[in-house]
């Protein structure tokens, strides 16, 4: 036990808010494509639902009431309005999934027949996160630590430690936008670790960091790659509506990766995508990366990734 204790006094502990590149790739294996140079970004196959008007209203009322935007308060506002909004299209969309599980008895006593209960699947503001892993290049353990503004999970908010949760997003205000990008990333392959440990069928994770207006989205899919998407204006008519999409898409296809919580009704179609995420869900509503378009290379193959990908002792 002492051992332990000093073990771990000996270790370092790295916030998100310090995390770089380097440090995240090498502590938890993932690697980064094209995406991330803006040649290659992450986007959705299709785009099938207009952007609600009263989310439109809403947004619009923000801005005209004169709210300080330069605060983080601010941006947390708008992007509310945006989840709930989106978490309402999805509880629309299935709704038979969201209603209210109820116990079917038999005629016969001792014949029970129960209706397949689910876990429901919340929004968890403020969602601690942490993880130790072993640091390959210089064999000390590490503590990864972070708070995300929205968890995506079930099992209650301290369920992310067992591997329940499966989005992470973040917000900043406006001048303080780009800085979200590495913290939104150390929140996800900290989820991705954690469900990997926990024994989840799928370790994927998304998500995204905004201001309130620009919205960037993440993941790190099945084979650890990290794809990031383009900013996108939330004002802007075109822009709203990819962006609504792109939530929608992000918290129905977690919740079809996991068969705790996964929508999908038919036994068939529901294992099919549980054990092959990436050809039953994933392609099916994010471009493939190897369908974007060529990228001029003077006649030289193209660089597919920017960085290494170290192995990861546990």
């Given at each position: 036990m002492l051992d332990a204790i000093l073990n771990f006094k000996k270790g370092k502990t790295l916030?998100?808010?310090d995390a770089t590149t380097e440090s995240l790739a090498a502590l938890f294996n993932i690697y980064f494509d094209l995406s991330r140079m803006g040649l290659k970004p992450w986007k959705l196959q299709s785009e099938q639902y207009e952007m609600p008007q009263r989310l439109k209203d809403n947004l619009s009322d923000l801005t005209r009431?004169?709210?300080?935007?330069?605060?983080e308060a601010t941006s947390r506002i708008a992007v509310d309005m945006m989840l709930i909004a989106c978490k309402l299209h999805i509880m629309e969309l299935h709704s038979t999934h969201f209603s209210p599980k109820k116990r079917k008895?038999?005629?016969r006593p001792g014949t029970?027949?129960?209706f397949e209960v689910r876990e429901m699947v919340r929004v968890y503001p403020e969602v601690e996160l942490a993880v130790e892993?072993?640091?390959p290049r210089t064999n000390e353990k590490v503590r990864v630590t972070g708070r995300a503004d929205w968890g995506f999970g079930y099992s209650g908010r301290n369920g992310a430690a067992h591997g329940t949760f499966l989005v992470a997003m973040e917000a900043k205000r406006r001048d303080l936008f780009s800085t979200a990008e590495q913290q939104l990333l150390t929140y996800l392959a900290i989820l991705r670790e954690l469900r990997v440990r926990a024994g989840k069928t799928n370790a994927v994770t998304q998500g995204f960091y905004?201001?309130?207006y620009r919205y960037c989205f993440m993941a790190?899919?099945?084979d650890g790659k990290v794809e990031s998407s383009v900013p996108y204006d939330v004002m802007n008519p075109e822009g709203g509506k990819t962006i609504f999409n792109f939530i929608v898409t992000i918290l129905e296809s977690a919740m079809k990766c996991s068969p705790t919580v996964t929508p999908t009704k038919a036994a068939e179609q529901r294992d099919k995508e549980i054990n092959n995420v990436t050809g039953e869900v994933w392609s099916k509503v994010y471009v493939p990366y190897l369908s974007s378009p060529q990228i001029e290379s003077d006649g030289e193959e193209e660089e597919i990734v920017d960085m290494p990908r170290p192995g990861l002792e546990d």
């Open positions: 916030a998100a808010t009431v004169l709210y300080d935007d330069a605060t008895v038999a005629s029970p027949q129960d892993v072993m640091d905004t201001d309130g790190i899919n099945a």
